[in-house]
């Protein structure tokens, strides 16, 4: 019998996906300094959203397959101590001086909102540029947080998993483009119910047999995020219709990339570009309001790119080593000690050592690669 705790189900640690965020994060860095006229960096949002989903699934699936069943408390326990403690420090500075900064925007609403991960239907309903409007990504992905656990097992559940998945990615493109015409690119870009598919398309990666793509597959993929993010398309049909979906399926072709030895999985793994990848959520976090500062100020798009961003980067790297990991190991070890206490731990286990760069990615150094089928639903 199988004594080991669904919570401590773990995948194991590739640099190669910390990469991925890295392009990401670039991506969206390059967007927020004012570039976004001459194209769609936008995108690398959509990007994160299938690397979530398909992390997430993957651990999901796995607990289902090892236990029978999801410890939702501890799922989401692990949730809140990855998200929370850098998120309300952000919130926090811009929310002190905000009254002084920008005294016209109504920043403790919108912190408030923030803070509940509202704020992606808030924006949709009423959009107003403010220095926490990048906000509405992080309530998309907590909103899938919560449901997804939920729904997952009923899934799993189903004759074909994977044709599911299918669907619902086909439903969800198709609800965007009805949206889109109907209500016009704000209400539609910001809502967690017209933003779902690239977590969906992450979902469904995580429940098929990975094998490895075709040579050069992520040279393609990559030229391909490329030119879907080249090209002027904020406000545009394009945008959500096109350049979307097509970065949505490159950010799934380079997952499978980084499951298997190729130039492209070990360019991704580079050690520096791994590490801008685990730091990618505290410069997410940072950098918008820094950048919305800076426009407002009247910098130029070269000095908010390389002065933002690397402020952004320092903070971030300042965050990750002091706060993040410290916290983490912590309230694991919490964590590991409540689920002992519930009878679900063994003692030993809870001298598992957290707060290693696996945990920025949310799994350990087991091993993927030997688990990868171990997540398949039993057929």
């Known amino acids: 019998m199988d004594t080991k705790p669904p919570h401590e189900v773990r995948l194991g640690y590739l640099p190669a996906l910390d990469g991925i965020r890295a392009i990401a994060i670039a991506m969206v860095l390059v967007f927020h300094s004012g570039f976004h006229p001459t194209g769609g960096g936008y995108l690398g949002v959509d990007v994160f959203f299938v690397l979530s989903g398909f992390l997430i699934t993957k651990l999901l699936a796995s607990e289902m397959a090892q236990h029978g069943r999801l410890d939702l408390a501890s799922f989401y326990g692990r ?16 929310t002190l001086p905000g009254h002084i900064l920008w005294p016209d925007i109504p920043i403790w609403r919108d912190a408030a909102l923030a803070g509940l991960y509202l704020s992606d239907y808030a924006q949709a309903l009423h959009y107003v540029p403010s220095p926490l409007t990048y906000t509405w990504s992080l309530a998309v992905e907590e909103h899938f947080y919560v449901l997804w656990p939920l729904a997952l097992p009923f899934v799993l559940r189903s004759r074909n998993p994977v044709r599911v998945m299918l669907m619902l990615y086909l439903v969800a493109f198709m609800w965007r483009l009805l949206n889109l015409s109907a209500l016009g690119w704000y209400p539609t870009y910001f809502r967690f119910d017209t933003r779902a598919s690239g977590i969906i398309l992450g979902c469904m990666l995580a429940l098929m047999p990975t094998q490895a793509p075709p040579k050069y597959a992520g040279v ?48 991704l793994a580079w050690a520096p570009l791994a590490y801008l990848g685990r730091l990618s959520y505290g410069i997410y976090l940072w950098h918008a309001p820094l950048m919305f500062w800076m426009r407002e100020r009247g910098f130029s798009r070269p ?47 809870t001298e598992r050592k957290a707060g290693s760069p696996a945990d920025a990615q949310g799994n350990s150094a087991a091993g993927m690669r030997a688990r990868i089928e171990a997540a398949r639903p039993a057929r």
């Open 303 to 349: 000095a908010i790119l390389i002065g933002g961003g690397a402020l952004a980067v320092a903070l971030a790297a300042l965050s990750y080593h002091l706060i993040d990991r410290p916290v983490r190991t912590k309230g694991r070890a919490a964590l590991a000690r409540w689920a002992q206490w519930r009878g679900r731990l063994p003692a030993a286990a």
């Open 220 to 267: 393609l993929a990559l030229v391909l995020l490329l030119f879907a993010a080249a090209p002027p398309s904020w406000g545009l049909m394009y945008g959500l219709g096109l350049a979307a979906p097509v970065a949505e399926v490159a950010a799934a072709i380079l997952v499978l990339c980084a499951f298997h030895s190729s130039h492209e999985s070990r360019l």
């Open 79 to 94: 949730r809140a101590l990855r998200l929370y403690p850098p998120f309300l420090i952000v919130l926090a500075c811009v």
